[in-house]
């Protein structure tokens, strides 16, 4: 298994851009997918963005789509979120995992556990 350390997270205002990045170490992500969750307080878990390592299709829950850009370097073993115009409500802690399943799988039942996942940073949208 490989561990996942998150980064890129912080404050913005609406609008406003983030990268994420969710950098692998100890294995190859090769063969997995990579999905980006988030979890606000009080709320459920969402699926948020989808990534198969091997031929790049990319799946996104449909509020993100046309904002937010997954996005693989094979040879950095790094995942990254582009997110833009964000809003308000995209208030969360983002966490990057390997979901067990397909991509599709993984955003329809996001509370699955995952092969394994990062500790997750968080990212606030305010005015």
């Known amino acids: 298994q490989a561990r996942l350390v998150e980064s890129g997270g912080g404050s913005v205002q609406p609008g406003g851009s983030l990268r994420l990045s969710c950098a692998a170490s100890?294995?190859?992500?090769?063969?997995?997918?990579i999905g980006w969750f988030r979890q606000a307080p009080g709320k459920e878990r969402e699926g948020v963005s989808c990534?198969?390592?091997?031929?790049?299709?990319?799946y996104y829950r449909d509020s993100v789509k046309g904002r937010f850009t997954i996005s693989r370097d094979y040879a950095k073993n790094t995942v990254y979120l582009q997110m833009s115009n964000l809003k308000p409500e995209d208030t969360a802690v983002y966490y990057c995992?390997?979901?067990?399943?397909?991509?599709?799988?993984?955003?329809?039942?996001?509370?699955?556990?995952?092969?394994?996942r990062g500790q997750g940073t968080q990212v606030t949208v305010s005015s």
């Open positions: 995992a390997a979901p067990r399943g397909t991509c599709r799988t993984a955003l329809a039942a996001p509370n699955r556990p995952p092969w394994f």
């Open positions: 990534i198969t390592i091997s031929d790049a299709s990319t």
């Open positions: 100890g294995s190859s992500l090769d063969g997995y997918v």
